[in-house]
């Protein structure tokens, strides 16, 4: 059975992205301190950190191919494509299934150039479509049923871009929130998917800083009545 994320090819890519996100503490601008982001807009945030990769682990990129080859989805949304890591990792999974496509959304202009060169050069991009602007816009409009959500980009944006795409989830989609575990931009996110009201049953998984595993049980209707 194929394994595309294993091929030398992939496998050259992954390795050159994961290398260069070690040194991500060498990039970040003096500027940036906890403060300035927790006050600065979203697109001033991914201008001032378009050189840092902030990617998901290794073995979070494995977990993802895993659960698309699990799931075996029509459409995966991505909240956040930086360099193109996870996105690597969800394309080798549909591209292994046999069909499907990724949307995946990124306001960094240099970082849509970027995850697009990496994307080609791993064999990959034809299964990917990159979209640029401010996902709370760009993925108002894309069309169900989505079967699995990448949550990857902004912390305090996450809950806002779920609610946007939960009319559109399909029954048992997976909603997989990276970076689950002990940051504070995340709590009314894990807040809200650990309400059962909600429409889902959800899990932290224990890779590096903790994903979210939350499965849609639910239904528009029920998302519109719960609010």
Known sequence: MANT???????????????????????????????W????????????????YMPISEQGGRLLYSLVRAI??????EF????GISTIHLAAGLTD???GQVLTTELSSAKITAAG????????????TIIGGDARDTLADVPGPIGLVFLD????????????????LASGALVVADDAENHPNMADYLSYVRDPSHGYVTVLFPVEDGMEL???TGSAAQTNLVG
């Open 5 to 35: 994320l294993d091929t030398p090819q992939v496998q050259s890519v992954l390795g050159r992205l994961f290398a260069a996100a070690a040194r991500d503490h060498e990039n970040e601008p003096e500027t940036v301190t906890p403060g």
């Open 37 to 52: 982001l927790a006050s600065a807009s979203a697109r001033k945030r991914a201008d001032a950190l378009e050189a840092i």
């Open 72 to 77: 075996r989805p029509a459409t995966v949304v």
């Open 80 to 83: 956040g494509t930086s360099f």
């Open 97 to 99: 299934v046999g069909a």
């Open 117 to 128: 060169t990496n994307l080609a050069e791993a064999g990959l991009d034809q299964v990917v």
């Open 153 to 168: 980009g902004w912390k305090d944006l996450c809950l806002p871009v779920l609610r946007l795409l939960e009319p559109r």
């Open 214 to 216: 939350s499965c849609w």
